[in-house]
């Protein structure tokens, strides 16, 4: 799919869909409500999900599994955006209405930096084999520096100190201009003091989704599109987690532990080939459960909920497995003593296979003995 004739009309889709955003939905600065990010964020997922299937059904299911994995991978790691951009803003005193515009045009040349940088880094791989070994060293120690450290960004007072003593500035807004003229001087404005910051930021993450994506997938072009239209989620992904994501207290463990799967899986692949679809579920499976972990810690009932869940789910499994010797049963009294902490027909239930198994256990046992002699 690497023609140039798909990367011309990917970068065409890609710009009309700015156009008709800025253009035409966002024209006017505005406040962007909760609502409105919802819906903005299931047009961008949908939008991503359609191009996945397009893929799928232009190059097979190795194709379209490892575009879906490149988008999981980069869209979880975006949440760490969110936590600069709030501190930016912050910093900066940015009125909400004019946040958009701004997340616009870092978006637009987030992609021609990433688009620079995919390609670029593709190549050096394909010339210089030993450099996945770099790159897969990178994530792995991005991962548990991650895990182990866990502090917060902080505020970005350093970044906008250096940018401010580069560029002459001023604290002053001109609406939603960039630049303004005080006393005769061109200066920018603390719109343009966050583009830039905001620039300086995703250049940094990009030392680790650039070659994270280049460990689910060598074909540039699927490496490209997964990444850029994670990005252009990436306003209404803010919008939408900007009160929430101090709640999801675990989400770095699991982006700590999709880092360190996807740097392992970079530095073995000589040794160990990981199908698509493997790497595609254990992604998957860290974003759910720090999530999922985060949401019942912070409320009492969605964990009770959770929990009696999993207990049913448990239950269906161990159900499913009965025609099996063995592997059923553990798992049945497993969700019926999840269950029976809310339940009394659970715990009955539970309470009679223990009692059942230990009779039919005590059964066998002297005649093991006996033939053990």
Do not use: C
């Not at 500035?169 to 960039?178: A, H, N, Q």
């Not at 019942?296 to 049913?312: Q, S």
């Amino acid at each position: 799919m690497g023609s140039p004739l798909y990367w011309t009309a990917f970068l065409g889709f890609v710009a009309l869909l700015l156009v008709v955003d800025l253009g035409v939905f966002h024209r006017r600065p505005h406040e962007v409500r909760f609502r409105e990010a919802i819906g903005w964020s299931a047009v961008w997922i949908g939008v991503a999900l359609a191009f996945n299937a397009f893929v799928w059904w232009r190059s097979g299911s190795r194709a379209g599994t490892e575009f879906l994995t490149g988008y999981l991978v980069e869209k979880s790691l975006s949440v760490d955006n969110v936590f600069i951009f709030i501190a930016i803003f912050g910093a900066l005193r940015i009125p909400p209405a004019l946040q958009h515009r701004v997340l616009f045009w870092g978006v637009l040349s987030a992609l021609a930096m990433r688009m620079a940088m995919i390609i670029g880094g593709s190549a050096a791989l394909q010339r210089f084999h030993w450099l996945i070994y770099v790159f897969g060293g990178i994530l792995t120690l991005s991962g548990i520096k991650l895990l182990v450290v866990r502090q917060d960004h902080g505020s970005p007072g350093r970044a906008m100190q250096l940018v401010r003593r580069l560029l002459p500035s001023t604290d002053r807004f001109d609406g939603g201009r960039f630049l303004t003229r005080e006393n005769g001087r061109l200066l920018a404005t603390p719109l343009l003091t966050a583009l830039v910051v905001i620039e300086l930021a995703d250049a940094v993450f990009a030392v680790d989704s650039v070659p994270a994506v280049l460990a689910v997938t060598d074909d540039t072009f699927i490496a490209f599109t997964s990444n850029a239209l994670a990005l252009l989620g990436l306003r209404s992904l803010f919008f939408l987690l900007a009160d929430a994501v101090q709640k999801f207290r675990y989400l770095k463990v699991g982006l700590a532990g999709v880092l360190i799967f996807v740097g392992a899986k970079m530095t073995l692949a000589g040794v160990i080939k990981i199908p698509p679809v493997i790497s595609l579920a254990v992604v998957a499976a860290f974003l759910a459960a720090s999530i999922v972990v985060s949401v019942a810690r912070a409320d009492p009932k969605a964990r009770d909920t959770l929990v009696l869940a999993g207990g049913w789910l448990l239950l269906g499994v161990g159900a499913a497995l009965l025609v099996l010797p063995g592997p059923g049963i553990p798992l049945v009294v497993a969700g019926l003593g999840i269950l029976g902490r809310r339940h009394a027909w659970a715990r009955s239930a539970a309470h009679r296979i223990r009692a059942r198994t230990a009779r039919w256990m005590e059964r066998f046992r002297p005649k093991r003995e006996e033939g053990g002699k």
